[in-house]
């Protein structure tokens, strides 16, 4: 929907303009130049509902009246988004002013404009050529002797219309918040595509430094979204050929830390054939995140989820998906063949048996029973006979010299002798 400003509406606007130093202001913009307005857009929405792109002026407005209880005054609105956008490598320049017609005028003069007064007496002290009108009223108005903008204010409004037109009156009109100026309202979208020339080709360790500025953006859009990933592809262009790196978390997160923490494991290990010339960070699908209030004090001495699952996506990272899985209860007496691997995402099933140790030898390992002490058992197993690798077997907890406690078992068939089996914690 459009959104207009006028004096009785309370609206503070902040421009951030792309300056072009060859251009004062340019007719169109360029696709590049489209492209990087629609992720500063897209960025910014984390500080505003409304965010407006004005492409022709190469301009993001801003309305941030109503974040000034989230974010404190303009002011320290404004330097938090500055910061946040050198951050970025972003060159920009910004201003604040009452009307989107003043913030551009004063992203231009980094001019910080906070009532209609101020607006007259700054805006007027601008010099003619200043003013966002086309270069033929400029020139005209220069022919005339008029030297500020204001000189024009004080124009009576029949004669500038009767020599330039209704368009001057129009802009000046909107640039004293005397009409209402509407402006389409950007609505970003809920995935992520960016990318960034590599200034030279570079191998595996320089890319910290710029997947470290796309991620801090795609950060920024989540938070904007207030959502979350799971998943994070890496494209780098080489010369020649292209490698991908793929992210799949636990959990989702909006975590710029935890993600370039998973991504440095990554490049670790990561060997390019050719040095990469061009990064692109894609996050193909948004989900829904929720914020988990962390405990004031510990429970009971145990690690919280969130911290668990950070643990698996760092292994998993460093060691590869494949070497990293979880455990899945099956309906068999026999231990060996009583669980299954299954993906960290996948829900377990399995019942605990507090008698039985969780670590499992790979292989039972002969042993002598007199070198052990026995603290419980028999437990007796027998069964597998419809699947042809019957046995049976008394399972004991049993102890050893120094002090570990094991499961040790002595089976009947179909090899006779006793065996140690598990370790328990």
Partial sequence: MPTSTNTRTPCQWLAIHFPHPEIKTPTHALPEDQNRLQRLANWCYQYSSQVCIIPQRS??????????????????????????????????????????????L???????????????????ALSIDSLLLPKSHIQALQKMGFRNAAEIFRLPRKAVTRRLGPAVIDYLDRL??????????????DNFSAG?????SIHTQGLIFPLQRLVQELCGVLRARD?????????????????????????????ATHLMMLLRERLERLQLTHPAYHIRVQARQFLPYTVTQADLLP?????????????????????????VKGLNGLQDHRPEYSWSLRELDD????????????????????????KYRILAGPERIETGWWDGKDCRRDYFVVRDSSGSTLWAFHEHKPRPGWYLHGLFS
């Fill in 59 to 104: 301009t993001v407005l801003l309305e941030i009246a109503g974040s000034r209880q989230l974010f404190g005054d303009a002011q320290s609105l404004k330097q938090r988004i500055d910061a946040g956008l050198e951050q970025l490598a972003c060159q920009t320049v910004s201003g604040i002013a009452p009307t989107p017609e003043a913030a551009q």
């Fill in 106 to 124: 004063a992203a231009r003069h980094k001019l910080h404009i906070v009532t209609s007064a101020e607006l007259r007496k700054h805006i007027g």
């Fill in 176 to 189: 004293l918040g005397h009409r209402p100026d509407p402006c389409k309202t950007f609505h970003p979208q």
């Fill in 347 to 370: 829900p377990a099933s399995y019942t605990a048996l507090p008698h039985r140790p969780v670590w499992l030898f790979a292989e039972p390992r002969r042993c002598s029973i007199n």
């Fill in 299 to 323: 429970t009971n001495g145990k690690p919280s989820t969130g911290t668990a699952a950070q643990v698996f996506e760092r292994l998993q990272a460093r060691l590869g998906s494949a070497a």
């Fill in 196 to 200: 960034m020339d590599l200034p030279e």
């Fill in 227 to 255: 959502r979350g990933i799971q998943t994070l592809h890496i494209r780098l262009q080489l010369d020649p050929g292209t490698e991908t790196i793929c992210l799949n978390l636990h959990q989702t997160t909006r975590s």
